[in-house]
């Protein structure tokens, strides 16, 4: 098997400044085409630093992959070093990445110095991949088992993830063309409202069941449930995705409504497309989610063609005066009720005019735990023509992940109330 | 100088289905205690693994830090290896852990089993740092110059980032205790809305002036802008505090009110200190943020003291009908102008009768610009007793983190509004 090693550069993420999310993205993308991540690692900005741990690198993986320290700035010299491990006699000029490096510093109205120009240049014995993004250029070497004991592909990234995650799909090309990788094809069901334990109680049989050359993968998520990567090996792939075909259909039977969608999804895309393919809007009233539905259904481009808008009703004042929820109904039931999300998202339906709503009161915490209602509880409600369904959960973490959970949870129950026609 | 290494373990991060936050937050701490983090490093669930990448890390730096492999199932065995490396003989009972589970498992209901209890037992040549808030105790083990060739202290910690945060304070004085470290008092000023290039060039007279042992660091970041952290090395807690409050006194007379705070502070914590001293309350009218800035609004335990609401006007209905924003305006100027966001900050102030209130419309992007207003465009307003104040800026970058700045945008004019006696 072909393993690869991820490798971090610079002294903003060894004193914490930054947290590193390239590493997991490189990792996810490399996993999908069957090759193993062995290691990941972060060095500083020093040149013995840098060329001592990639020669380990090297010597340890067949892949190495390195992010950061391509900047214009001085303390940037992974190329320098690159330069030395490579063993290339001088810098040549990428005239893709200097055309590139000239239209960026054009639209920012920049005038082009001597060390944007100094970023098109890459020592002889790479293989330029042009960033399409931003001004250093991806540069791939290749070093024969002779040098490091192993048939090396190195790979240098640029820092910024935007830039890192844009290019990564190139850099897989690259990888595929060089190496002869066993054909792996995924597929990817994503569930919600099921522990991993519960789970894999529910499709033990069916995993029983299994070909050799199908691996199950458990990919649980704190916030969007346990994904479930079915991949296979060693098959054609017209073949391939008709074995994966019958199995996904067969755990999507097992599974049920708990399945919101495949692959890299999430329950705010999923609503989304709901809403696209019934042309219909919505809105959302919130108490203690506090707008973080509304921004989970606007993060989506393009939400402004269904999302009207929010009412975030975090005093009872709002949930009366603008949600028009009952007096009577605070005062009886307390606000964290069912008979208040029902109220809340009726409410915001008719005000905003929307086809559907949806609603949240509950206590994010640390505290406000009342008798009955611990902290954590959430009462929520999806509303819509043809009825109203309200549901409760209680969520064990901290403030913000029980924030996180509760969005996420309504926007499951407005999926799941919609499919099933009740709303 | 003592250096540090810190090793997360678990195959969960090198198939990247985990992105590493416990390594940003661990070498913050030690960075602020005066300890360089050399190098940082990922490591899968293998015992071989574990071992021969604890023992390379020992070998380099006297402190190395774990992080996960520390579950009760089989495949964390993390504490399996620990007891290898400490040539350990036994496994001992933590009684205090073993106390803490039950209490834990208790509250949630559950019967106490035989790999719960495992969990309190250790290798007999360790110290143990009770896990207040979880079940895996945190292990500190000393080896001597001869093992590693280095005063070594090594500490496996969980792998939750709630957990490691919450234990990290004790394992930092574990740290001092046994180091003679350097003492080394810091203060930490925030500013923002300044490049830190102006900003270098602002404070450039103020930065030779300092003395030699007084080290300024930038600590930029792309959403709550550029922190300036001041460090003074050698010298006693009391000089050095007063040696501190002088150069941050004047630092702060040159940054006037692009300074919003100090340590580890963000916008919303500041607007809702500023909120509670003055009694005061506050709504939010949003478009382009959509719910993002009542939600870091609420982010804060005991928000609900001081903000009231938000009004999430994505749709122009929503605006015009719930906000009072004339339709002559959305006419005449755009959604995205001066004139429409006064509107939606006087008519959600308005509305839910609070003393201040905040607004913003702009162009998230990737799409949707118009002649005159780019994408990354906001328009963006705070109101009070005493008047309105608007602004703009644009923003390059991605549409999430065009949104990030929106909200800390609109939350900084206004504290400088406010503090200004503009509103």
Redesign the interface.
């Known amino acids: 098997m072909i393993t690869a090693t991820i490798l971090?550069i610079g002294d903003e993420?060894?004193?914490?400044?930054?947290?590193?999310?390239n590493?997991?993205?490189?990792?996810?993308?490399l996993?999908k085409i069957g090759i193993?991540?062995?290691?990941?690692?972060?060095?500083?900005d020093s040149k013995s630093?840098i060329l001592g741990?990639l020669k380990r690198c090297l010597r340890h993986s067949e892949i190495v992959i390195t992010t950061g320290g391509l900047g214009p700035t001085k303390d940037d010299i992974t190329k320098n070093v690159l330069m030395t491990l490579s063993l290339s006699g001088k810098w040549v000029r990428s005239q893709k990445q200097y055309n590139i490096i000239k239209n960026i510093l054009q639209a920012r109205g920049i005038q082009m110095l001597d060390i944007n120009r100094q970023q098109a240049y890459v020592p002889e014995n790479c293989t330029v991949i042009p960033n399409r993004i931003g001004t250093a250029p991806i540069m791939q070497f290749h070093f024969p088992k002779e040098r490091f004991g192993k048939d090396n592909l190195l790979f240098s990234m640029p820092g910024v993830p935007?830039e890192t995650e844009f290019a990564t799909e190139d850099v897989i090309r690259a990888i595929q063309a060089h190496y002869r990788l066993d054909k792996i094809f995924h597929r990817t069901i994503c569930t919600f409202g099921i522990a991993e334990s519960v789970l894999s109680k529910k499709i033990e049989s069916w995993e029983d069941s299994l070909p050799a050359n199908l691996h199950l993968?458990y990919?649980p998520?704190p916030i969007l449930g346990v994904r479930l990567r079915l991949s296979i090996y060693g098959i054609g792939e017209k073949e391939g995705k008709e074995e994966l075909d019958k199995y996904a259909s067969s755990l999507k039977a097992i599974l049920g409504d708990a399945v919101y969608g495949e692959g890299e999804t999430n329950p705010q895309t999923v609503a989304g497309e709901l809403l696209l393919e019934r042309d219909a809007?919505i809105s959302?009233a919130?108490s203690c989610?506090?707008?973080?539905?509304?921004?989970l259904?606007?993060?989506i481009?393009g939400?402004?063609r269904y999302?009207?808008?929010?009412?975030?009703?975090?005093?009872n004042?709002?949930k009366i005066n603008?949600l028009g929820v009952s007096p009577n109904t605070v005062k009886k039931y307390g606000v964290v009720s069912r008979e208040c999300v029902k109220e809340m998202a009726e409410g915001v339906r008719k005000?905003?005019?929307t086809t559907y709503s949806i609603s949240t009161s509950g206590i994010a915490?640390?505290?406000g735990a009342t008798p009955g209602k611990p902290v954590g509880t959430l009462w929520m409600a999806a509303s819509g023509p043809k009825g109203t369904v309200t549901a409760t959960i209680v969520s064990?973490?901290?403030?913000?992940i029980n924030?996180e959970r509760f969005a996420a949870s309504a926007l499951d129950l407005f999926r799941k109330s919609l499919l099933a026609g009740k709303i």
């Open positions: 971090t993420i060894l004193i914490g400044q930054i947290t590193d999310t590493s997991a993205f490189l990792a996810r993308a996993n193993k991540v062995i290691h990941m690692a972060s060095c500083s630093d741990t935007f993968a990919l998520n809007t959302t919130e989610t506090g707008g973080y539905l509304a921004h259904l606007t993060e481009p939400s402004s999302f009207w808008g929010s009412v975030v009703s975090y005093d004042s709002v603008t005000k905003l005019g915490g640390p505290t064990k973490s901290t403030r913000k924030i």
